[in-house]
Nanobody, 124 residues
Framework: VQLQASGGGLVQVGGSLRLSCAAS????????MGWFRQVQQKEREFVAG????????FYAESVKGRFTISRDNAKNTVYLQMDSLKPEDTAVYYC??????????????????WGQGTQVTVSS
């Protein structure tokens, strides 16, 4: 599976961005998908995950209520809508694929494939 993340950029505090992650090579409709972020010198942090079963979504506490993860299986794509952005959301954002459909999606070790990352910068 190859993953291509896009949609990052520079935005002001309170603004919005929508990240996309397009998968190719095989369908990901029967896989969980997740978004992680990483700041230099720090560990990769779970942001949001969506399972292959309906209604299975998980969020980090720091983004709950501001970010929304969704998927379009017909397009083999997962999205991350980010609203009310804060400076601490600045990071490189990565999408990834996992066979998991539950809370274990929060763990990076559960993911088999990773995209290349897209930079999000929130300026104050």
């Amino acid at each position: 599976v190859q993953l291509q993340a896009s949609g990052g950029g520079l935005v002001q505090v309170g603004g919005s961005l929508r990240l996309s992650c397009a998968a190719s090579g095989r369908t990901v409709s029967n896989s969980g998908m997740g978004w992680f972020r990483q700041v230099q010198q720090k560990e990769r942090e779970f942001v949001a995950g969506i399972g292959y079963s309906p209604g299975r979504t998980f969020y980090a506490e720091s983004v709950k209520g501001r970010f929304t993860i969704s998927r379009d299986n017909a397009k083999n794509t997962v999205y991350l809508q980010m609203d009310s952005l804060k400076p601490e959301d600045t990071a490189v954002y990565y999408c990834a694929v996992t066979p998991s459909d539950g809370p274990s999606m929060r763990r990076p070790a559960m993911y088999d494939y990773w995209g290349q990352g897209t930079q999000v910068t929130v300026s104050s």
